[in-house]
């Protein structure tokens, strides 16, 4: 079993930041992939951000130059950190990784999300 804990989410005027982390531990033979989704209110869960095995990253076109995700690869760990952030990055920040566990079998997990608010 896997378990995701995730902090740094809050309240934030329009222009700040926040950085987002999350720390994966349990039955993570490697990991393939870790990031970021966010959902808000009446929207659909998108991804924001992904660094997948070997330090490609992906964005989404609305966080590209705001936004940069790094890892700490023997600590299992992902941060997220959100700059210029606008009133539309606001919402349930999920944590996600994506692994090979035991029989090297792949599994996916989430976080149980932490909100972010941005006031106009």
């Known amino acids: 079993q896997v378990q995701l804990v995730e902090s740094g989410g809050g309240l934030v005027q329009a222009g700040g930041s926040l950085r987002l982390s999350c720390a994966a531990s349990?039955?993570?033979?490697?990991?393939?992939?870790m990031g970021w989704y966010r959902q808000a209110p009446g929207k659909q869960r998108e991804l924001v951000a992904v660094?997948?095995?070997?330090?490609?990253?992906t964005y989404t076109d609305s966080v590209k130059g705001r936004f940069t995700i790094s890892r700490a690869n023997a600590k299992n760990t992902v941060d997220l950190q959100m700059n210029s952030l606008k009133p539309e990055d606001t919402g349930v920040y999920y944590c996600?990784?994506?692994?090979?566990?035991?029989?090297?079998?792949?599994?996916?997990?989430w976080g149980q999300g932490t909100q972010v608010t941005v006031s106009s």
């Open positions: 996600n990784v994506k692994y090979r566990g035991i029989h090297w079998a792949q599994y996916e997990d």
């Open positions: 660094m997948h095995n070997g330090g490609n990253t």
């Open positions: 349990g039955s993570i033979f490697s990991v393939d992939a």
